[in-house]
């Protein structure tokens, strides 16, 4: 998961979309040359960036077979890179993301399942509340999402769940840095050490 997250930090991105950040790392591996792969999605870095994380919910698609309603600037995020991204569906196991890049992981998430009929291994660090008032759709094609979250930042407890945005997927909660909400938990070397005592304790 350490490994997984430092992967979450570091490029080279490719820019596409409304000024969205993502990679495709791939390997092979077996006799069979099995191609496998992570799609990640880069943090919030623009001031644009910044101006979609304070958006409200919508409903993502005109035509949804099922409604299901997302944190609107997300959303317009996520659909400025979809078609682009979902090409590369066939060659990965895994989505993931910190911060901005993991609400946009859990809508890729979704999209997979929408596309695929199945739920993908997807791993959000920092994640804000992406989907408001989530339905049984939504928490299938979150099954294999883990949210590893850090008790007291910020980002992790906005939008408001006050406002009907919800979590979705298994939470993974890392110890507390203060015992008040605050910003500086959401930085870097904070997910860091909580990923390093959260291993220890695993490996003991």
Same mark, same amino acid.
């Given at each position: 998961?350490?490994? /997984?997250?430092?992967?979450?930090?570091?490029? $080279? &991105?490719?820019?596409?979309?409304?000024?969205?950040?993502?990679?495709?790392?791939?390997?092979?591996?077996?006799?069979?040359?099995?191609?496998?792969?992570?799609?990640? *999605?880069?943090?919030?870095?623009?001031?644009?960036? &910044?101006? =979609?994380?304070?958006?409200?919910? #919508?409903?993502?698609?005109?035509?949804?077979?099922?409604?299901?309603?997302?944190?609107?600037? *997300?959303?317009?995020?996520?659909?400025?890179?979809?078609?682009? %991204?979902?090409?590369?569906?066939?060659?990965?196991?895994?989505?993931?993301?910190?911060?901005?890049?993991?609400?946009?992981?859990?809508?890729?998430?979704?999209?997979?399942?929408?596309?695929?009929?199945?739920?993908?291994?997807?791993?959000? *660090?920092?994640? $804000?509340?992406?989907? &408001?008032?989530?339905?049984?759709? %939504?928490?299938?094609?979150?099954?294999?999402?883990?949210?590893?979250?850090?008790?007291?930042?910020? %980002?992790?407890?906005?939008? *408001?769940?006050?406002?009907?945005?919800? =979590? #979705?997927?298994?939470?993974? /909660?890392?110890?507390?840095?203060?015992? /008040?909400?605050?910003?500086?938990?959401?930085? $870097?070397?904070?997910?860091?050490?909580? /990923?390093?005592?959260?291993?220890?304790?695993?490996?003991?």
């Amino acid at each position: 998961m350490q490994e /997984l997250y430092e992967r979450c930090l570091t490029g $080279p &991105w490719i820019t596409s979309g409304l000024d969205v950040q993502y990679k495709l790392r791939r390997w092979e591996r077996d006799t069979f040359l099995v191609q496998n792969g992570e799609l990640i *999605f880069e943090c919030t870095r623009s001031t644009g960036d &910044w101006l =979609h994380n304070f958006e409200a919910w #919508v409903k993502p698609y005109k035509r949804q077979p099922i409604n299901w309603y997302a944190h609107a600037g *997300f959303v317009k995020l996520w659909k400025s890179v979809r078609d682009e %991204v979902a090409k590369y569906y066939k060659d990965i196991h895994r989505i993931a993301g910190y911060s901005q890049g993991s609400a946009l992981a859990q809508l890729a998430a979704e999209d997979y399942y929408f596309t695929t009929g199945n739920a993908i291994d997807a791993v959000g *660090f920092g994640c $804000p509340r992406v989907f &408001w008032m989530s339905n049984d759709y %939504v928490r299938r094609s979150q099954e294999k999402t883990k949210l590893v979250m850090i008790e007291n930042d910020i %980002v992790t407890h906005v939008p *408001f769940a006050i406002w009907g945005y919800k =979590h #979705v997927g298994t939470p993974m /909660l890392l110890p507390r840095t203060s015992m /008040l909400w605050s910003a500086k938990a959401h930085y $870097p070397d904070n997910y860091r050490e909580g /990923l390093r005592v959260i291993g220890a304790e695993y490996a003991n």
